[in-house]
Protein backbone atom coordinates (compact mmCIF):
# COMPACT_ATOMS: atom_id res chain seq x y z
CA UNK A 1 0.00 0.00 0.00
CA UNK A 2 0.76 3.96 -0.31
CA UNK A 3 0.45 6.22 1.98
CA UNK A 4 -2.75 8.98 1.78
CA UNK A 5 -1.53 12.04 0.54
CA UNK A 6 0.38 14.43 2.69
CA UNK A 7 3.10 18.03 2.79
CA UNK A 8 6.00 17.79 3.14
CA UNK A 9 7.64 20.40 5.83
CA UNK A 10 11.48 21.03 6.27
CA UNK A 11 11.95 23.65 9.27
CA UNK A 12 15.42 25.16 9.63
CA UNK A 13 15.49 24.87 13.27
CA UNK A 14 14.12 24.05 16.19
CA UNK A 15 11.85 27.26 16.73
CA UNK A 16 10.58 26.47 13.08
CA UNK A 17 9.39 22.93 13.99
CA UNK A 18 7.53 24.16 17.55
CA UNK A 19 5.99 27.42 15.33
CA UNK A 20 4.68 24.83 12.38
CA UNK A 21 3.82 22.22 15.68
CA UNK A 22 1.48 24.80 16.94
CA UNK A 23 -0.27 25.99 13.70
CA UNK A 24 -0.87 22.75 12.38
CA UNK A 25 -3.11 20.52 12.95
CA UNK A 26 -2.23 17.22 12.53
CA UNK A 27 1.09 16.98 11.87
CA UNK A 28 3.70 14.70 12.95
CA UNK A 29 7.00 14.60 13.09
CA UNK A 30 9.38 12.36 10.82
CA UNK A 31 13.08 11.61 12.75
CA UNK A 32 14.67 8.16 11.29
CA UNK A 33 10.85 7.12 10.10
CA UNK A 34 11.62 3.30 10.76
CA UNK A 35 7.74 3.05 12.39
CA UNK A 36 5.78 6.29 11.15
CA UNK A 37 6.69 5.28 7.22
CA UNK A 38 5.58 1.68 7.89
CA UNK A 39 2.81 3.30 9.59
CA UNK A 40 1.79 5.44 7.37
CA UNK A 41 2.01 2.50 4.31
CA UNK A 42 -0.53 0.50 5.92
CA UNK A 43 -2.72 3.47 6.33
CA UNK A 44 -2.50 2.98 10.48
CA UNK A 45 -1.22 6.64 10.07
CA UNK A 46 -2.63 9.38 8.03
CA UNK A 47 -0.72 12.82 9.47
CA UNK A 48 -2.06 15.98 6.85
CA UNK A 49 1.67 16.95 7.25
CA UNK A 50 5.06 15.31 8.12
CA UNK A 51 7.78 17.70 9.24
CA UNK A 52 11.07 16.42 8.88
CA UNK A 53 14.10 16.97 11.62
CA UNK A 54 16.90 15.61 9.50
CA UNK A 55 18.93 19.08 8.59
CA UNK A 56 17.67 20.93 11.89
CA UNK A 57 21.08 22.43 13.61
CA UNK A 58 21.68 20.78 17.05
CA UNK A 59 20.07 17.35 17.06
CA UNK A 60 22.69 15.43 15.71
CA UNK A 61 24.83 16.17 18.48
CA UNK A 62 26.43 13.54 21.26
CA UNK A 63 28.43 14.93 23.93
CA UNK A 64 29.85 13.85 27.44
CA UNK A 65 30.00 16.30 30.30
CA UNK A 66 29.66 16.27 33.99
CA UNK A 67 28.93 12.43 33.78
CA UNK A 68 26.27 12.72 31.48
CA UNK A 69 26.05 11.55 27.59
CA UNK A 70 23.94 13.92 25.67
CA UNK A 71 22.58 12.74 22.74
CA UNK A 72 21.02 14.82 20.23
CA UNK A 73 17.05 13.14 19.13
CA UNK A 74 18.38 12.82 15.63
CA UNK A 75 21.77 10.73 16.12
CA UNK A 76 21.39 7.61 14.50
CA UNK A 77 21.50 4.33 16.43
CA UNK A 78 24.22 2.78 14.58
CA UNK A 79 26.23 6.01 15.36
CA UNK A 80 25.40 5.30 19.50
CA UNK A 81 26.49 2.03 19.33
CA UNK A 82 29.40 2.28 17.83
CA UNK A 83 30.13 5.29 20.47
CA UNK A 84 29.38 2.80 23.63
CA UNK A 85 30.60 -0.13 22.25
CA UNK A 86 33.86 -0.01 23.52
CA UNK A 87 33.03 0.91 27.10
CA UNK A 88 31.90 -1.62 29.82
CA UNK A 89 30.04 0.76 32.22
CA UNK A 90 27.52 0.89 28.75
CA UNK A 91 27.47 -2.85 28.59
CA UNK A 92 23.84 -3.06 28.49
CA UNK A 93 23.13 -0.20 26.30
CA UNK A 94 25.39 -1.63 23.43
CA UNK A 95 23.87 -5.02 23.28
CA UNK A 96 20.62 -3.34 24.02
CA UNK A 97 21.03 -1.11 20.36
CA UNK A 98 22.82 -4.15 18.92
CA UNK A 99 19.43 -5.95 19.20
CA UNK A 100 17.19 -3.00 17.48
CA UNK A 101 15.96 -4.79 13.86
CA UNK A 102 18.95 -4.60 11.36
CA UNK A 103 22.04 -2.69 10.59
CA UNK A 104 20.12 -0.99 8.18
CA UNK A 105 17.37 -0.22 10.65
CA UNK A 106 19.71 1.24 12.78
CA UNK A 107 21.44 3.67 10.28
CA UNK A 108 18.76 5.32 9.36
CA UNK A 109 16.46 4.92 12.90
CA UNK A 110 17.09 7.78 15.69
CA UNK A 111 17.44 7.34 19.05
CA UNK A 112 15.35 10.25 19.68
CA UNK A 113 12.25 8.78 17.32
CA UNK A 114 12.52 5.54 19.31
CA UNK A 115 12.28 7.11 22.39
CA UNK A 116 9.52 9.57 21.25
CA UNK A 117 7.86 6.65 19.36
CA UNK A 118 7.48 4.70 23.10
CA UNK A 119 6.48 0.99 21.57
CA UNK A 120 6.58 -0.52 24.67
CA UNK A 121 8.81 -3.41 23.53
CA UNK A 122 11.27 -1.52 22.04
CA UNK A 123 15.02 -1.64 23.76
CA UNK A 124 15.90 2.34 23.57
CA UNK A 125 12.95 3.06 26.27
CA UNK A 126 13.83 -0.01 28.74
CA UNK A 127 17.49 1.56 28.37
CA UNK A 128 16.85 4.65 29.24
CA UNK A 129 14.98 4.16 32.53
CA UNK A 130 17.62 1.09 33.30
CA UNK A 131 20.20 4.07 33.16
CA UNK A 132 18.06 6.74 34.97
CA UNK A 133 17.98 8.78 31.93
CA UNK A 134 16.18 11.45 30.92
CA UNK A 135 15.19 13.91 28.14
CA UNK A 136 15.30 17.11 26.85
CA UNK A 137 11.62 18.60 25.38
CA UNK A 138 11.20 21.91 24.25
CA UNK A 139 7.78 23.74 23.28
CA UNK A 140 6.28 27.26 23.05
CA UNK A 141 7.75 27.92 26.76
CA UNK A 142 10.85 27.38 26.64
CA UNK A 143 12.88 23.66 26.66
CA UNK A 144 12.81 21.57 30.57
CA UNK A 145 13.95 18.00 31.52
CA UNK A 146 11.85 15.19 32.77
CA UNK A 147 13.24 11.78 33.87
CA UNK A 148 12.46 8.58 32.06
CA UNK A 149 10.03 7.10 33.97
CA UNK A 150 7.32 10.02 33.81
CA UNK A 151 8.43 10.45 30.22
CA UNK A 152 6.52 7.17 28.96
CA UNK A 153 2.54 7.18 30.16
CA UNK A 154 1.01 4.65 27.84
CA UNK A 155 1.16 2.16 24.65
CA UNK A 156 3.26 4.67 22.15
CA UNK A 157 1.93 7.85 24.08
CA UNK A 158 4.27 9.64 26.28
CA UNK A 159 4.49 12.97 28.38
CA UNK A 160 4.97 15.19 25.26
CA UNK A 161 2.83 18.20 24.68
CA UNK A 162 1.26 18.43 21.13
CA UNK A 163 3.42 21.62 20.34
CA UNK A 164 6.39 20.09 22.05
CA UNK A 165 9.42 18.44 20.42
CA UNK A 166 11.74 15.75 21.90
CA UNK A 167 15.47 17.26 21.16
CA UNK A 168 17.77 14.99 23.34
CA UNK A 169 18.12 12.10 25.52
CA UNK A 170 20.64 11.78 28.72
CA UNK A 171 22.70 9.18 29.70
CA UNK A 172 24.49 9.11 33.10
CA UNK A 173 27.62 6.96 33.23
CA UNK A 174 27.59 4.50 35.29
CA UNK A 175 30.68 4.16 37.79
CA UNK A 176 33.72 2.44 36.61
CA UNK A 177 33.09 -0.67 39.32
CA UNK A 178 29.99 -1.55 37.23
CA UNK A 179 28.61 -3.23 34.70
CA UNK A 180 25.10 -4.59 32.60
CA UNK A 181 23.50 -6.79 30.62
CA UNK A 182 20.63 -7.07 28.30
CA UNK A 183 18.82 -9.82 26.69
CA UNK A 184 15.64 -10.12 24.46
CA UNK A 185 13.64 -13.33 23.17
CA UNK A 186 12.18 -12.46 19.54
CA UNK A 187 11.00 -15.21 17.33
CA UNK A 188 13.54 -14.15 14.49
CA UNK A 189 16.54 -11.90 14.59
CA UNK A 190 15.57 -8.45 13.88
CA UNK A 191 11.77 -8.60 14.80
CA UNK A 192 10.57 -6.66 18.13
CA UNK A 193 11.38 -8.18 21.37
CA UNK A 194 8.59 -10.30 22.59
CA UNK A 195 10.57 -9.67 26.24
CA UNK A 196 13.43 -7.96 26.88
CA UNK A 197 15.19 -7.69 29.83
CA UNK A 198 18.09 -5.10 31.01
CA UNK A 199 20.23 -4.45 33.94
CA UNK A 200 23.01 -2.25 35.35
CA UNK A 201 25.02 -2.71 38.81
CA UNK A 202 27.52 -0.97 40.85
CA UNK A 203 30.09 -2.78 43.42
CA UNK A 204 32.42 -2.07 46.03
CA UNK A 205 34.56 -4.54 47.26
CA UNK A 206 32.60 -7.74 45.78
CA UNK A 207 29.16 -5.70 47.62
CA UNK A 208 26.39 -4.35 45.63
CA UNK A 209 25.98 -1.00 45.74
CA UNK A 210 23.92 -0.09 43.45
CA UNK A 211 21.31 -0.90 40.79
CA UNK A 212 18.80 -1.16 38.17
CA UNK A 213 16.77 -4.06 36.69
CA UNK A 214 14.05 -3.48 34.10
CA UNK A 215 11.73 -5.17 31.32
CA UNK A 216 10.15 -4.57 28.03
CA UNK A 217 6.73 -6.36 26.37
CA UNK A 218 5.22 -6.78 29.33
CA UNK A 219 3.25 -3.90 30.27
CA UNK A 220 2.33 -0.40 28.37
CA UNK A 221 5.68 0.87 28.66
CA UNK A 222 8.78 -0.50 30.20
CA UNK A 223 8.87 -1.03 33.95
CA UNK A 224 11.79 -0.25 35.90
CA UNK A 225 12.74 -0.56 39.45
CA UNK A 226 15.81 0.16 41.71
CA UNK A 227 18.41 -2.25 43.59
CA UNK A 228 16.24 -3.40 46.95
CA UNK A 229 17.37 -1.56 50.24
CA UNK A 230 18.21 -4.74 51.80
CA UNK A 231 20.38 -6.08 48.72
CA UNK A 232 23.07 -3.02 49.02
CA UNK A 233 25.75 -3.75 50.62
CA UNK A 234 25.41 -7.58 50.01
CA UNK A 235 27.26 -10.14 47.54
CA UNK A 236 25.05 -11.41 44.51
CA UNK A 237 26.94 -14.72 44.96
CA UNK A 238 23.43 -16.79 45.79
CA UNK A 239 20.40 -17.07 43.89
CA UNK A 240 18.06 -15.57 46.32
CA UNK A 241 19.60 -12.48 46.04
CA UNK A 242 18.75 -12.25 42.19
CA UNK A 243 15.22 -13.78 42.77
CA UNK A 244 14.46 -11.03 45.61
CA UNK A 245 14.95 -8.05 43.07
CA UNK A 246 12.64 -10.17 40.24
CA UNK A 247 10.20 -10.30 42.74
CA UNK A 248 10.45 -6.63 43.26
CA UNK A 249 9.55 -6.30 39.36
CA UNK A 250 7.06 -8.72 38.81
CA UNK A 251 4.29 -6.54 40.41
CA UNK A 252 4.66 -3.99 37.65
CA UNK A 253 4.48 -6.30 34.77
CA UNK A 254 0.69 -6.58 33.32
CA UNK A 255 1.79 -9.15 30.14
CA UNK A 256 -0.40 -9.46 27.31
CA UNK A 257 -1.64 -12.67 25.68
CA UNK A 258 -1.36 -12.00 22.08
CA UNK A 259 -0.80 -14.43 19.31
CA UNK A 260 2.84 -14.04 20.26
CA UNK A 261 3.11 -15.37 23.34
CA UNK A 262 0.60 -15.95 26.66
CA UNK A 263 0.87 -13.35 29.54
CA UNK A 264 2.58 -16.67 31.75
CA UNK A 265 4.84 -17.27 28.96
CA UNK A 266 6.02 -13.46 29.08
CA UNK A 267 6.26 -14.01 33.03
CA UNK A 268 8.53 -16.61 32.90
CA UNK A 269 10.58 -15.15 30.14
CA UNK A 270 10.92 -12.14 32.17
CA UNK A 271 11.85 -14.03 35.73
CA UNK A 272 14.54 -16.38 33.45
CA UNK A 273 16.56 -13.87 31.03
CA UNK A 274 16.07 -11.49 34.31
CA UNK A 275 18.45 -14.15 36.30
CA UNK A 276 20.36 -14.55 33.25
CA UNK A 277 21.42 -10.53 33.18
CA UNK A 278 21.40 -9.79 37.15
CA UNK A 279 24.46 -12.86 36.95
CA UNK A 280 26.13 -11.39 34.09
CA UNK A 281 25.52 -7.45 35.33
CA UNK A 282 27.80 -8.53 38.45
CA UNK A 283 30.53 -10.70 36.94
CA UNK A 284 31.00 -7.75 33.78
CA UNK A 285 31.06 -5.16 37.26
CA UNK A 286 34.06 -7.53 38.48
CA UNK A 287 31.83 -9.29 41.04
CA UNK A 288 33.82 -12.20 40.20
CA UNK A 289 31.57 -15.91 38.79
CA UNK A 290 28.05 -16.51 40.89
Known amino acids: MKPAPFDFIR ?14 EDV ?3 AGGQSLIAMMNMRLARPSALVTLRGVPGLDAIEEKDGVVTVGAMVV ?3 MRFMVSHRPEFG ?8 IGHPQTRSTGTVGGSIAHADP ?11 RGSVTVVGPSGSHHMAAEDFFQFPFTTALEPEEILVATHWPVPTVSSGGSFREFARRRGDFAIVAVACQVSIE ?28 GQSLIADEAANHWLET ?14 SDL ?21 GGTT
Not at 92 to 99: R, V
Not at 121 to 131: D, G, H, I, M, N
Not at 249 to 261: G, S, T
Open 11 to 24: PESVADVISILSHT
Open 28 to 30: KLL
Open 77 to 79: QER
Open 92 to 99: ALAEGIGS
Open 121 to 131: SAELPLLLQVY
Open 205 to 232: GQRLMDGRLGAAGVAGTAVAVDLPLDLR
Open 249 to 262: LMPLLDPPDDLEAS
Open 266 to 286: RRTLVRTLGREVIAEAWVRAG
